[in-house]
């Protein structure tokens, strides 16, 4: 008969000790049929039982042994086990609670993983890492303590356990893996130690969090690392925090407004898309530049304060924010890539850096409300569809460019008032198609091109100076300006081209 002394019996409260307190469970030929054991390493089980004691002279649980076994509800661990295998136990579906007791200093990857009827686990006081998916898609799992000697927790460790509402980490953790707790629908609140100096891809994706405390070491926040945290509410930015990774809030619909550290220098690619419950942010003073679609779709955000460190400003940063009103790019800024504030509908007044060369193609399109534009001194050139649909735009005063492209005023039906610079060679396609409130428009002595439907359906305009250096005029130049009449030259020289 084996020895009882041989098996912990101090487990939590509701491990069901029962099922290892009768004598008959300790019969030794009860069930040596059904082990394989080799060198006293646990090969395979090959019975059927629902409650499993295993040998006290096993030390190692091998890979595989219990894989897909639907009938075991619980099982005893002994003592004498230091080890188990990966994917020992998983998809053990009907298994309800495990013990495992302190000698036990290994547990392989995945080796319960999809135990989905899994409420109980007593984790062994040596253990030092949480490996790989150990508790995946333990979908009936509640809480968990993470034992004081543990310093990692690998990649998707606790993934999808739906129903994991507490989890207690070591004060000694100091790293977390990708995707470690995502999908925990019903984890609302978690601390994560002073050790740990970066959140991880996708570590809390999809989760419930309402509330997160990050660690005062925190550098870094890696992509996906919030993503989807359709509840979470708060989050206090530590000081020495460096950077915000790409999609690291996107989706994030619950988050208010945020302080951000002094010295975050980057935030990437859509980092906070689709916040849309942020109304007011205070960019920090030492970042550096804004990435990708960084705040778009932020539909309430009304106000961004921006500092003097700000280099660079990446493609549709606040697209579609459609509350913004007002803007001020400090003259730090010396580039922004393209739709930066397209569709920013409820956009007045904009100050733009003296130092940015172009506005790319749809910086401001179908800013419908724009009514005020500060251009740069040092602007060279005005990009396809810049200001296209800008309704309510009146009057822009433009400095000396080399180049304004197809389409940049196009639809800006309040348009009255532009100055085209002296420079500009060529009046490109549809430059002001549609820009019906327009009635008036000098060109330059250094124009010796306008583009094909330049001015289309211009309906008001009814004076334009052409000067003898234009050469050539495109299809369809002035088609639709209905009070315009052109000299005969030029009305060949469109036909003509």
Not at 131 to 136: A, P, Y
Not at 221 to 238: D, Q, R
Not at 408 to 421: G, H, N, R, T
Request: glycine fraction near 4%; include cysteine; charge should be negative.
């Amino acid at each position: 008969m084996n020895n009882p002394s041989n098996y912990d019996t101090d487990f939590i409260d509701d491990f069901d000790m029962s099922l290892i307190e009768t004598e008959d469970i300790y019969d030794e030929d009860m069930h040596n049929d059904d082990f394989i054991i080799k060198n006293s390493v646990l090969m395979n089980y090959i019975g059927s039982d629902e409650h499993i004691v295993i040998p006290d002279w096993i030390t190692v649980i091998n890979d595989d042994v219990f894989m897909g076994n639907h009938q075991l509800k619980s099982i005893s661990i002994p003592k004498s086990v230091a080890r188990i295998g990966k994917f020992a136990f998983v998809d053990c579906i009907n298994l309800e609670n495990i013990y495992i007791p302190n000698s036990v200093t290994s547990i392989g990857i995945s080796a319960f993983e999809h135990c989905i009827n899994l409420k109980c686990v007593k984790l062994p006081e040596n253990l030092t890492v949480i490996e790989s998916s150990t508790f995946g898609s333990c979908t009936s799992l509640s809480q968990i303590k993470i034992p004081d000697c543990v310093g990692r927790i690998e990649d998707s460790a606790f993934s999808q356990c739906t129903n994991l509402v507490i989890v207690d980490l070591p004060e000694d953790l100091y790293y977390i893996g990708k995707a470690a707790f995502s999908e925990c629908e019903n984890l609302k609140n978690i601390a994560i130690p002073d050790g740990v100096n970066y959140i991880n891809e996708e570590t809390f994706a999809c989760s419930g969090l309402e509330n997160i405390i990050l660690p005062d070491e925190l550098i870094s926040i890696k992509k996906n690392a919030f993503h989807l945290c359709e509840n979470l509410l708060n989050v206090s930015m530590p000081s020495k925090l460096g950077e915000i990774e790409e999609y690291a809030f996107s989706y994030c619909t619950s988050l208010c407004d945020i302080s951000f550290p002094r010295n975050l220098k980057h935030i990437k690619k859509l980092a906070f898309h689709n916040c849309c419950n942020f109304h007011s942010i205070k960019l920090p003073l030492d970042l550096e530049d804004i990435g990708e679609g960084a705040f778009s779709c932020c539909e309430n955000l009304t106000n961004i304060i921006m500092h003097d460190n700000l280099a660079y400003i990446g493609d549709e940063a606040f697209a579609d924010c459609i509350s913004l009103t007002d803007i001020h790019i400090p003259d730090s800024v010396i580039a922004m890539g393209m739709k930066v504030f397209d569709c920013c509908t409820s956009l007045k007044n904009i100050y733009i850096s003296n130092h940015i060369t172009e506005i790319k193609e749809s910086t401001f399109m179908n800013c419908t409300d724009l009514k005020n534009v500060h251009m740069p001194y040092d602007l060279i050139e005005i990009g396809e569809c810049a200001f296209a649909n800008c309704q309510s735009l009146v009057g822009i005063e433009i400095p000396y460019v080399d180049k304004i492209k197809k389409c940049a005023f196009m639809d800006c039906e309040s348009l009255i008032y532009v100055e085209i610079p002296n420079g500009i060679t060529k009046i490109s396609q549809s430059t002001f198609q549609n820009c019906i409130s327009l009635t008036h428009i000098a060109i330059p002595d250094t124009v010796t091109e306008i583009g094909i439907g330049a001015f289309y359906n211009c309906k008001n305009l009814t004076n334009i100076d052409i000067p003898d250096s234009v050469k050539k005029i495109g299809k369809k130049a002035f088609d639709g300006c209905d009070k315009l009449t052109l000299p005969e030259k030029y009305i060949i020289n469109t036909e003509l081209n």
